[in-house]
């Protein structure tokens, strides 16, 4: 099981709690406010009360091994960028960082963040996919439960051709475009054979995605992305 601290609890951390625990996920959350860690008593979560801009403090309550975590301070920059760069510090691999203006997230980035995200509804049914699996890199809502997606080819598909691999078909999912490595997208041949670091740009419905994304049967539930969709299309960032 995956496991996630949310440092921070507004809105935004909110939301993402309530979607991790939907999938399941092993959730640690930390607030210096004690009325809000209590109204998740009842909840599957372990629940700290704690000043987060305390490194020492947050070095001993973070438990080794966290997949990510999540953070959110409200409006509160200078604790979010502090609290991010601890985070780079003590090692955790993924650091998802609410921003509340560019300049915020050009210092996160500075500091360690390793996404950035700005307020908005559709925020944490963006992120949470990337965040319970290891195949998807981005995760793009188009309309309704239709999703266009980067993800890491499984290595079962290995030496198998597209054709062979009937991907449509067999997985419910269409190819966009591949690229292996640094290389850019472009056009492909359907004799063209997946290969170990290829990444596929694909479109499909969530459950179809995540499903291939992560090796196995169905799921549970239904930036970086746009600039190479414009680029595969001819189109250049200005």
């Known amino acids: 099981m995956k496991q996630f601290a949310i440092l921070g609890l507004s809105w935004f ?3 993402v709690l309530d979607e991790l625990l939907e999938f399941g996920a092993d959730v640690m959350i930390v607030d210096k406010d004690r009325q809000v860690i209590d109204a998740y008593r009842d909840q599957p979560v372990t ?5 987060i801009v305390n490194e020492e403090n947050l070095r001993k309550a ?12 409200g409006d509160k920059i200078e604790a979010s960028i502090l609290a991010t760069s601890y985070c780079r510090k003590i090692g955790i691999p993924r650091i998802y960082v609410k921003a509340v203006t560019e300049g915020h997230a050009e210092i996160l980035e500075l500091v360690g963040a390793t996404k950035i995200v700005f307020p908005n509804r559709e925020a944490a049914k963006r992120i949470t996919p990337l965040l319970v699996s290891s195949g998807l890199l981005n995760y ?11 993800l890491v080819v499984p290595e079962r598909f290995f030496g198998r051709s597209l054709l062979e691999a009937n991907l ?3 997985n419910g999912i269409n190819l966009i475009s591949v690229r292996n490595g640094d290389e850019e997208y472009g056009l492909f041949s359907p004799e063209y054979r997946f290969r170990p670091g290829d990444i596929a740009l694909v479109s499909g419905l969530d459950e179809s995605i995540e499903a291939f994304a992560n090796g196995h049967g169905p799921a549970r539930r239904p930036g970086a992305l746009m600039r190479d969709i414009g680029r595969l299309f001819g189109r250049r960032k200005g």
């Not at 793009?140 to 266009?148: E, F, M, Q, R, T």
């Open 140 to 150: 793009l809502p188009v309309s309704g439960n239709l999703v266009i997606a980067e």
């Open 47 to 51: 629940a700290i009360v704690m000043d």
């Open 13 to 15: 951390g909110k939301d």
């Open 168 to 170: 449509r078909k067999n």
């Open 62 to 73: 973070l438990p080794q091994g966290l997949d990510g975590v999540v953070i959110d301070m």
